[in-house]
């Protein structure tokens, strides 16, 4: 299912070019534990141009790297995100997610997208907006898979990289493949609403 999710980043930085600037490839899609009401999050992978360069609070990431590639953003699909989502919520879930990554795709989010200074009910319509654009001429194939029941695989972190502080942390500063698994999740879709739904 982390690969469907891939191919559908793809297929919206293709169709909705408020997303044009995403790069799939630079983006690790796995599936995570629940966070409140959540049914996805998106997280730089480093802080700044490189993983020793201070983000908030001093604070630094390691490095992940998926196939040789640099990864700049992790979108985390949370337990609702498969068990309690209609198809329309599910895809509008990772627009809503991708949106809030900078113009520049560079490991860092929009500042003008944190729902701290974007009010939220705006930029779910906004969110809404887009869905719906796209929605309109995605490729059954791309969307298909979202409607499934049953048990998927997804990718998930056999150890998560965290934040620490620079020359306070003497564990593992690069993750790869090795440090990622794929296990089973079950999936259970709602049915179909008229109106697409943003996360």
Known sequence: MTRAVKRLIRDLALRVPELGHVRASRVLVVAGEARRSSRATIRPA???ATRRRAGEGGAVKPLVRV???????????????????????????????????????DGTLHRGRRHSRFPRARYNRKVRALLRAYLARAPEEVVAPFAHQGVVRARMWLERPG?????????????????????????????RRRGPSAA
């Open 67 to 105: 196939k040789g590639r640099k990864i700049l953003y992790v979108v985390t699909l949370r337990p609702l995100w498969f068990l309690a989502s209609t198809p329309e919520e599910r895809i509008g879930t990772i627009v809503h997610e991708l949106y809030h990554a900078s113009n520049r795709f």
């Open 163 to 191: 934040s620490f502080r620079d020359g306070e942390y003497s564990g593992r500063r690069l993750y790869t493949e090795k440090q990622l698994f794929y296990g089973l999740v079950r999936m259970r879709s709602g049915a």
């Open 46 to 48: 480093h802080f700044g």
